[in-house]
């Protein structure tokens, strides 16, 4: 089954303890990207890459880090977690460029920051 | 600061009517366009997509684009109860950033 695996779906933290939320995919996707999702705000994006060692800055990637190392794996690391970063997050995947293909998400990882 | 904005609803329309969801974008450069459903507690999935000025038809969805006026709507005909959940505009450019409004909720009422 294609599809975009998020782990973990949920997690509490507290400030400061690094953190890694793990993303992989199985459609052979050269896209993917992170995005958090917060009330009233929608979907902003965090990170994106377009391949193997090619990342690039969102929006917001403040407090971000990611790598690209292997095609199918995306993880989105928080090095010093703090409670602004409490959040609901998507990793997305895509054939071609954002522009012109569709978004397959994650099911999210729900992440608290105490 | 390029924005997609959407009426945040909640829009409430009866069973079998036309649901009618707006997004307005600022960016003039952006070329593709699309529509998700996210069901509560769930995933965005994408509805359609829409990439020249005019009509889209998909089933009961109907996507209209007119990019001089930097307005995207979906409509969707004979609304079902499964038709309930929060629909997200996402507006793509050249360099490759996909943005979303904030979402519409939509509940239809049996």
């Known amino acids: 089954e294609a599809q975009v695996t998020q782990n973990p779906r949920y997690l509490i933290t507290v400030t400061g303890k690094k953190l890694t939320v793990t993303c992989s995919q199985n459609?052979?996707?050269?896209?993917m990207s992170w995005y958090r999702q917060d009330p009233g705000l929608g979907l902003r994006q965090i990170y994106y890459?377009?391949?193997?060692?090619?990342?690039d800055k969102g929006d917001v990637p403040e407090g971000y880090k990611v790598s690209r190392k292997e095609k199918r794996n995306f993880p989105l690391i928080l090095e010093s977690p703090s409670p602004n970063q409490t959040s609901l997050y998507f990793c997305?995947?895509?054939?071609?460029?954002?522009?012109?293909?569709?978004?397959?998400f994650g099911e999210g990882s729900r992440l608290t920051v105490l | 600061q390029k924005e997609v904005e959407q009426n945040s609803g909640p829009l409430s329309v009866p069973e079998g009517a036309i649901a009618s969801l707006n997004c307005t974008y600022s960016d003039r450069g952006s070329q593709s366009f699309f529509w998700y459903r996210q069901y509560s507690g769930k995933s965005p999935e994408l509805i359609m997509f829409i990439y020249s000025n005019g009509d889209k038809e998909d089933g009961r969805f109907t996507a209209q684009l007119n990019k001089a006026s930097q307005y995207v709507s979906l409509l969707i005909r004979d609304s079902q109860p499964s038709d309930s959940a929060t629909y997200l505009c996402a507006v793509s450019g050249n360099n490759n950033d996909m943005r979303f409004g904030a979402g519409t909720r939509l509940t239809v009422k049996p």
């Open positions: 997305a995947s895509s054939l071609r460029p954002t522009g012109a293909g569709e978004l397959f």
């Open positions: 890459s377009m391949n193997v060692e090619v990342t």
């Open positions: 459609m052979n996707h050269e896209y």
